[in-house]
């Protein structure tokens, strides 16, 4: 089941996920899905249980850059064609529980940027960096289970829930009338 292509309309911000340089940051979207490929995938199941933890449904990380934490199985490509580093693993970073970065910072901590980069099939890849986009969908054209979803016009969608949009600038608006 691929990420849902209307995540931001279907879903809402449960979340945010803060980048150490206290500038940037992604939202994440719930309610997540407990049908997805993560709760059925045989590898992300067992790595759970390794680590003693209970599977949950996780939701969406990212808005213009989205990968469905529900549907990710840990497979690495995104991460390794991503010409820009956009994509990290979260538990590389931040060894807790997934469910604990919906409200979290982390990014740039070293190398963590290739498959054996992750530390099991339960870290998931974090689109930390999504504002570093340069939109060329290498990581949607390489995730198996179609995860990831690159859409630079679910920025609006980004900057209403931060408080950051600006009607009179966005594409297709009218300028105010004049008054005379």
Known sequence: MPIDSDFPKNH????????????HFHFV????????????NAEVQNAY????????????????VAVDWDSCVADGACI????????QWYR????????????????????????????????KSDPIREHDCIW???CVSVCPPLAI???QSNLEFHERESRTYNESLSKGSAPPPHSH
């Open 12 to 23: 809402k911000v449960v979340g945010r996920h803060d980048h150490v340089d206290d500038e």
């Open 29 to 40: 979207w719930g309610p997540g899905r407990s049908d997805a490929e993560s709760a059925t």
């Open 49 to 64: 249980k390794k680590r003693n933890e209970t599977y949950v449904p996780l939701g969406v990380h990212g808005t213009m």
């Open 80 to 87: 390794e064609a991503c010409p820009v580093q956009v994509f």
């Open 92 to 123: 590389t970073a931040n060894d807790i529980p997934a469910i604990e970065m919906v409200n979290a910072t982390s990014g740039d901590e070293g190398e963590n940027h290739d498959r054996e980069g992750r530390k099991d099939y339960s870290d």
């Open 136 to 138: 060329c969908m290498a």
């Open 149 to 151: 979803k690159v859409d």
